[in-house]
């Protein structure tokens, strides 16, 4: 049995930006979404840690997946995140996302993202527009 739900399958056919992160799929369901990847020597930014989009990047996949994952299409409005600690390159970043409100429009979704040691490395607030459109 996979443990990708269909909606994400289906999303991850045209997800570019998740696959070129290497993005291994730990969980998926309605609402709540796991992920796994290793930061590269070309995510560093000039300090040579990791550029704070990588670990944006790999929680806001999981964002989406989790808002997705009931069925509508839901697409950003906002999104924060705090950085927390600093990402090194090797190091395996382990993001976690789940929906915390839903409405029949709007779609709140709190994640996080750890690095191989436990440490937070992140935190994220979304809020998503769900559209009528079907998956």
């Not at 930006?17 to 979404?33: N, P, S």
């Amino acid at each position: 049995m996979s443990n990708i739900h269909p909606v994400v399958e289906k999303m991850l056919e045209g997800d570019e930006m998740t696959r070129w992160l290497k993005v291994e799929v730990i969980e998926t369901r309605e609402g709540f979404c796991k992920l796994q990847m290793t930061v590269r020597s070309e995510m560093a930014n000039g300090f040579n840690i990791a550029h704070g989009g990588i670990s944006f990047s790999l929680a806001d996949s999981a964002i989406a997946f989790s808002a997705n994952a009931y069925g509508r299409h839901a697409v950003s409005l906002n999104t924060s995140i705090r950085h927390l600690h600093p990402v090194m390159v090797g190091d395996t970043l382990i993001a976690e996302a789940e929906v915390k409100d839903l409405k029949h429009k709007i779609v709140n979704v709190d994640a996080f993202v750890l690095n191989q040691d436990g440490v937070k490395v992140a935190d994220l607030q979304a809020t998503g527009y769900r559209k009528s459109e079907q998956w």
